[in-house]
């Protein structure tokens, strides 16, 4: 079964996108079957994946992760094929998702010439209030036919980010090393020891911190590392050995709609994180032969 990595921070402009789009990007060329799951409305990793890749903005027909958590299309019916491994395309219309709608069009239609049946679903539908789960509901349909699953989420506590925490094995964590940024973090904290407390049995851990955005030379970020590796420690996790140089390359890569591995894999930040792709396998090895014999 796939190992299912969501990358989140509920600061945006942290390079969490562009973290997935790299990362996916170097798995996919080592061998490991990869998905990607875009939960971002903005849709900026369908971006990175190449300029005919995103859904138009206006588009409502073309199957995206809204039919898909609104149990309209099955996940594997909407997926892409791109240098990220496959894809699973956002909508721009997912900041108005609030959870799965009560009856689908295709339910309404088979049921509508049958009462009895209809109010015995709709009754059924009603009991649940809890749609944080949809997507751990979904990703098993196609888990076994992927090695990683990586998870972009919108740079906010919503419900999308709620569904992309609770479908995860780990969490991975890109941060600025500035005050700001690790406040975030630690309100991510928050929210990911709420979500296993309410949800015992639930296995979901920090894989790790990820600094991006860093200029080794100076002292902004040396006067950082020590209060980032305090809050991982207290988080049971790690602050990367690797750390994501900021570039001129990293930041025309999305206007260019290439992910920086393609777009200039020269660079300093490519280099990075193909540095960061051999820490992250490691990390998960270990984690994952700790979780077999835990």
Avoid at 85 to 111: F, I
Avoid at 193 to 205: Q, S, T, W
Avoid at 268 to 280: G, L, R, V, W
Wanted: net charge neutral.
């Amino acid at each position: 079964m796939g190992v299912v990595v969501t990358v989140v921070n509920q600061k945006g402009g942290v390079a969490k996108t562009t973290t997935v789009s790299a990362l996916a990007h170097l798995l996919t060329q080592k061998g490991y079957r990869v998905l990607c799951i875009d939960l971002d409305p903005q849709r900026n990793l369908d971006m990175l994946a190449g300029k005919d890749i995103p859904i138009p903005i206006n588009d409502m027909t073309t199957g995206s992760m809204l039919h898909v958590l609104n149990h309209e299309i099955d996940l594997e019916k909407i997926l892409v094929h791109t240098d990220l491994g496959d894809l699973a395309r956002a909508s721009s219309q997912l900041s108005s998702w609030n959870g799965r709608p009560v009856l689908t069009k295709d339910e309404y239609k088979t049921l509508r010439d049958k009462p009895d049946e209809l109010i015995r679903l709709l009754e059924k539908r009603f009991e649940k209030t809890d749609f944080s789960k949809e997507l751990a509901e979904i990703i098993p349909t196609v888990q076994d036919q992927y090695d990683f699953i990586l998870i972009d989420t919108n740079p906010s506590l919503t419900l999308l980010t709620l569904n992309g925490l609770c479908a995860a094995d780990y969490v991975l964590i890109p941060a600025f090393p500035e005050k700001s940024s690790r406040e975030a973090v630690v309100e991510l904290w928050n929210t990911i020891e709420g979500l296993r407390f309410y949800n015992k049995g639930k296995y979901l851990k920090v894989c790790g911190i990820l600094l991006t955005n860093v200029n080794l030379r100076t002292n902004l970020y040396k006067s950082w590392l020590a209060p980032f590796r305090k809050i991982a420690l207290k988080m049971g996790t790690i602050v990367f050995n690797t750390t994501i140089s900021r570039s001129v390359s990293a930041a025309e890569c999305m206007g260019r709609y290439e992910n920086i591995m393609i777009y200039d894999k020269s660079s300093t930040t490519a280099k990075n994180y193909a540095a960061f792709a051999d820490e992250f396998l490691n990390r998960i090895q270990m984690l994952e032969e700790e979780r077999k014999h835990g």
